[in-house]
């Protein structure tokens, strides 16, 4: 099956830094790639897709300046959380589809857990 | 309003036993329906998926139902694995994109020996 990875796995940074999250897509190439954003004990909650080439949608109430997102090939994506605070430490999870396949299916990453101190 | 709803929202089993997790949706068009398994810290690991026509399929000792009528799924896991502990959550696609996925909030299922 289709892998997709994360880089980190983990990372503390401190207020006000900003963190880099990657996304790749090991073994097929992603035409879509989707950020989520996942507190403890809940759902995933998609916060932006983003189509290689072309700037990522946000959904509603996600800073698009605060959460940069840069989809610059068809196997990697990154999610740039910018000024961090402590309400951003949440775990973050990638998934990538590709138009190629007809169920659209999404294949996710093993996550980042961020902290923000 | 597009919904997704899981029940029981955890459970404690022993090992060994059987147990059911429910899906209820609201969401429509309907597309498909899989049920993913998420260990605590990782992402989810997709168990089966179900399209309208299909009402069970089965992967290893999970099996899944669907009746489209209701809009009820029901994943059953069958002699159940200290590694089954997890979470459990039901992913609805609708048929108006293709990155409309509607997620419930899970069934977190701990197995204890």
């Known amino acids: 099956g289709a892998v997709v990875s994360q880089h980190p796995s983990r990372v503390i940074c401190k207020s006000g830094t900003s963190v880099k999250i990657e996304c790749r897509s090991l073994?097929?190439?992603?035409?879509?790639m989707f950020w989520y954003r996942q507190f403890p004990k809940q759902s995933l909650m998609l916060m932006a897709t983003?189509?290689?080439?072309?700037?990522?949608?946000?959904e509603q109430g996600v800073e698009k300046d605060k959460f940069l997102i840069n989809h610059a090939s068809l196997t990697l994506s990154t999610l740039t959380v910018t000024s961090a605070h402590p309400e951003d430490s949440s775990f973050y999870i990638c998934?990538?589809?590709?138009?190629?396949?007809?169920?659209?299916?999404?294949?996710f990453g093993p996550g980042t857990r961020l902290t923000v101190t | 309003k597009n919904q997704v709803e899981q029940s029981p929202q955890s459970l404690i089993i022993l090992e060994g036993k059987n147990c059911t997790l429910q899906?209820?949706?609201?969401?429509?068009?309907?597309?498909?329906l899989r049920w993913y398994k998420q260990d605590t810290g990782r992402g989810p690991v997709s168990l089966t998926i179900?399209?309208?026509?299909?009402n069970t399929k089965s992967n290893g000792r999970y099996t899944a139902t669907l009746d489209a009528d209701t809009k009820q799924s029901s994943l059953h896991i069958t002699a159940s694995q200290l590694s089954d502990s997890a979470s459990y959550i039901c992913?609805?696609?609708?048929?108006?994109?293709?990155?409309?996925?509607?997620f419930g909030t899970g069934t977190r299922l701990t197995v204890i020996p």
């Open positions: 992913v609805v696609r609708d048929q108006t994109g293709a990155n409309n996925l509607f």
């Open positions: 998934s990538a589809s590709s138009s190629g396949t007809s169920s659209y299916e999404q294949y």
């Open positions: 899906c209820n949706y609201t969401v429509s068009p309907f597309s498909n």
């Open positions: 073994d097929f190439q992603a035409t879509t």
């Open positions: 179900m399209t309208f026509s299909e």
């Open positions: 983003s189509n290689e080439g072309s700037k990522a949608t946000y």
